[in-house]
């Protein structure tokens, strides 16, 4: 396979790329200017995500002794009066109904942070604030950052309560010296960003009236140089894309770099939403979320029927490329495209337990390598090769049931069923 450089791409886009920001404009025109190297045109699609700046997060303990700790504010979760917001600390674990007795009025130390059902009951509970934990109690802060947290659309409507990020090994110490009662300040401003989306189309020769889409994210998140999530991906449709322009496709492909997909998948929400009159002729969505890796595994999680889930295990086993294909949700650019209809799938390759890091300022592009990820391009080329070029699309377009609940789980449109608590 002869290798057109796309992995320089990865290069050039190592730096924070938050959605709606100047940088994010900056790394999706350089993504314009790889394509027009190749005579491929782009176009930016524009489209608003909320956004918000902490103007000042603070948590003081005021009882039994005072202490400040160093804290993040949640953002979209509104603010405290200036003086803030002085209340009874209590720690609620992971949201037992045992915990939330009495908690009105309180301020809730919580394990977890995102759970939709958790927060919920938080809401429904009166809790006056949160603090979120963050890190691992092994963290060396001079190390690691502080994460900047912020509230989901379903989250905000269920009620705001305000919040704020705490290290986990800080919180160790709060609730080991008996901490009672909390100062809670949170200031901050909320506003519409604009993010935006890099299109590219390359026309088919026999059926142009059928589409392919290709999509990747390029933003990333706070601290982060968002190397291997997701420059790898960015740069695999790259890859992708200078292919099947110079071995033009029988369908239409579609190329999609999803900005703000960290923000909660904004980027491929709004492109579907845009394109929803024309999505009948979507036939595949393939999504790439993070290649290149040197230890990890290569996975591809189909929200399809299970036909094609066996095609890519056959097929990995055919050509001598190990990857597992399963039916599932992947959380990722893949996932608002299959709840509009389209079978979708998302192709990874993931780092092990212990192994390179997503979401931290450690994701850069140390752990990556070249030969490797030329070889997951080789592998989704020649799948995406065989799909774009079918006689007829061997995907079946429908979701099953089994996936509809599953993405209606996990865009929060229903609440999944509490399994039993588990010990150890």
Request: overall charge negative.
């Amino acid at each position: 396979m002869k290798k057109y450089g796309s992995y320089s791409l990865i290069k050039s886009l190592l730096f924070e790329r938050i959605g709606g920001s100047k940088e994010e404009l900056k790394a999706a025109k350089i993504i314009q200017e790889e394509l027009k190297k190749d005579g491929i045109d782009s176009h930016l699609e524009d489209f608003e995500v909320d956004s918000f700046e902490i103007k000042e997060a603070k948590l003081e303990v005021l009882e039994p002794q005072y202490k400040e700790y160093t804290v993040t504010g949640i953002g979209r979760s509104g603010s405290t009066k200036d003086e803030g917001l002085e209340a009874e600390l209590v720690y609620i674990e992971n949201g037992h109904d045992v915990n939330l007795m009495d908690v009105e009025g309180k301020i809730a130390l919580v394990n977890a942070f995102y759970p939709l059902k958790l927060y919920k009951k938080l809401v429904e509970k009166k809790v006056a604030g949160i603090i979120a934990l963050n890190g691992s109690v092994y963290d060396d802060p001079k190390k690691t950052d502080l994460h900047i947290l912020a509230y989901r659309d379903k989250m905000i409507e269920a009620g705001r309560i305000p919040g704020v990020t705490l290290r986990i090994k800080d919180a160790h110490e709060l609730v080991k010296s008996k901490a009672s009662k909390v100062r809670l300040t949170l200031i901050q401003e909320e506003m519409k960003k604009t993010s935006h989306n890099v299109v590219a189309e390359i026309k088919g020769t026999e059926y142009p009236e059928k589409i392919v889409a290709f999509t990747a994210h390029y933003d990333s998140v706070r601290f982060s140089q968002g190397s291997y999530d997701n420059a790898t991906g960015s740069a695999t449709i790259l890859e992708i894309a200078r292919y099947f322009n110079k071995n033009k496709p029988k369908r239409t492909l579609k190329f999609i770099w999803c900005g703000s997909e960290e923000m909660g998948l904004l980027g491929s929400k709004a492109y579907t939403e845009k394109h929803k009159e024309e999505l009948d002729a979507y036939e595949l969505n393939i999504n790439l979320d993070m290649t290149a890796v040197v230890l990890g595994y290569d996975i591809a999680r189909c929200t399809t029927e299970m036909g094609l889930v066996n095609y890519i295990n056959y097929m990995g086993k055919e050509v001598g490329f190990a990857i597992d294909a399963s039916q599932g949700v992947y959380s990722s650019d893949s996932t608002p495209f299959a709840d509009k209809g389209v079978p979708a799938l998302s192709f990874a390759r993931i780092a092990p337990r212990g192994g390179a890091e997503i979401h931290s300022r450690k994701d850069d592009d140390k752990f990556l390598d070249k030969d490797n990820y030329y070889e997951t391009c080789k592998f989704i080329i020649d799948f995406s090769e065989r799909m774009v070029n079918s006689y007829v699309m061997p995907v079946e377009r429908s979701i099953p049931e089994n996936m509809r609940l599953e993405l209606d789980y996990y865009l929060g449109i229903k609440e999944r069923p509490e399994g039993p608590r588990r010990g150890f």
